[in-house]
């Protein structure tokens, strides 16, 4: 079965960067793209960035735009998200997800990274 | 970037009563790309609805989608207890891929 599954909580102060993993089995790592979301306390998901692993190409939200690297490694069919420049509102639980064949929706989720910004 | 405005914010409901929730986009969307999910408390977003009207794997009848361009709507049907969530839409047309700001739906 498809499972995502993230790296643990982390906590850092401003200014800091922090690099979350997701490392995928159950699929074929190449054949569908990986997208990080990200939910801050009491708000809705806001979209991040998306990859593609067959090649590393990646489509990041504006309001990411710079702050934000995706990355991927195939030989251990694991993605991650690398945010520069933290920020207290940058205080979230950052999910990986991804679609299903012929679905335009997220199927499939992490189980979710808490990070915490806070000096 | 498209902007979805959910209403209500907060319904409130008893079991056995539909739920009618609406999501209004800033334009239209593409495909009509149009997804829902279910978020109960500490978990992550279950998808409900793709494509403004396709049921995702295992969601049950009573989950419903329509609507097309600007303006959908997610019915809900005899309301059960464990209904009681935070809905949300999310376009998948253009990107940035965003989401709505949410529906808390209470089960009375």
């Known amino acids: 079965q498809v499972q995502l599954v993230q790296s643990g909580a982390e906590v850092k102060k401003p200014g800091a960067s922090v690099k979350v993993s997701c490392k995928t089995s159950?699929?074929?790592?190449?054949?569908?793209?990986v997208n990080w979301v990200r939910q801050a306390p009491g708000q809705g998901p806001e979209w991040m960035g998306i990859i593609n692993p067959a090649d590393g190409n990646t489509n990041k939200s504006p309001q990411f735009q710079g702050r934000v690297t995706i990355t991927r490694d195939t030989s251990t069919s694991t993605v991650y998200m690398e945010l520069s420049g933290l920020r207290p509102e940058d205080t979230a639980i950052y999910f990986c997800a991804r679609v299903a064949t012929g679905v335009k929706g997220f199927v499939h989720w992490g189980q979710g990274t808490l990070v915490t910004v806070s000096s | 970037d498209i902007v979805l405005t959910q209403s209500p914010g907060t319904l409130s409901l008893s079991p056995g009563e539909r739920a009618t929730l609406s999501c209004r986009a800033s334009q239209n969307i593409n495909n009509n790309y149009l997804a829902w999910y279910q978020q109960r408390f500490g978990q992550a977003p279950r998808l409900l609805i793709y494509g403004a009207t396709n049921r995702a794997t295992g969601i049950p009848d009573r989950f419903s989608g329509s609507g097309s361009g600007t303006d959908f709507t997610l019915t809900i049907d005899r309301l059960e207890p464990e209904d009681c969530a935070v809905y949300y839409c999310?376009?998948?047309?253009?990107?940035?891929?965003?989401f709505g700001q949410g529906t808390k739906l209470e089960i009375k």
């Open positions: 999310q376009q998948f047309g253009t990107s940035p891929y965003t």
């Open positions: 159950g699929y074929t790592f190449i054949s569908y793209h």
